[in-house]
């Protein structure tokens, strides 16, 4: 049974940083990849990064240049490091496992999901 735990969510001003963390249990990479999302009220998800099993990324141009995305096999654990953090990206934040098809960004399983409030 796999299961996704996301943390790291809280509430900063503009320009700061906060680190997500998903940790991974049950789960074998396979052929697929991880990544962050997220959604804000009345907005459809969007895939923020991705990761490759290879360790390629992929960025949403929004972030690019701002977030990191990273895993650490050890620990079965994905991050997402976010800096200078604009009121935009204020969303729930969630962590996918088991994805398939960059276009559609197909995934097998999630997160429950960890609140990001950026103010301005």
């Known amino acids: 049974q796999v299961q996704l735990v996301e943390s790291g969510g809280g509430s900063v001003q503009a320009g700061g940083s906060l680190r997500l963390s998903c940790v991974a249990s049950?789960?074998?990479?396979?052929?697929?990849?991880m990544g962050w999302f997220r959604q804000a009220p009345g907005k459809e998800r969007e895939r923020v990064a991705r990761?490759?099993?290879?360790?390629?990324?992929s960025y949403t141009n929004s972030v690019k240049g701002r977030f990191t995305i990273s895993q650490d096999n050890a620990k079965n654990t994905l991050y997402l490091q976010m800096n200078s953090l604009k009121p935009e990206d204020t969303a729930m934040y969630y962590c996918?496992?088991?994805?398939?098809?960059?276009?559609?960004?197909?995934?097998?399983?999630w997160g429950q999901g960890t609140q990001v409030t950026v103010s301005s």
């Open positions: 990761i490759d099993r290879d360790g390629s990324t």
């Open positions: 049950g789960y074998t990479y396979g052929n697929y990849y």
């Open positions: 996918a496992a088991g994805c398939y098809n960059y276009r559609y960004s197909v995934c097998n399983f």
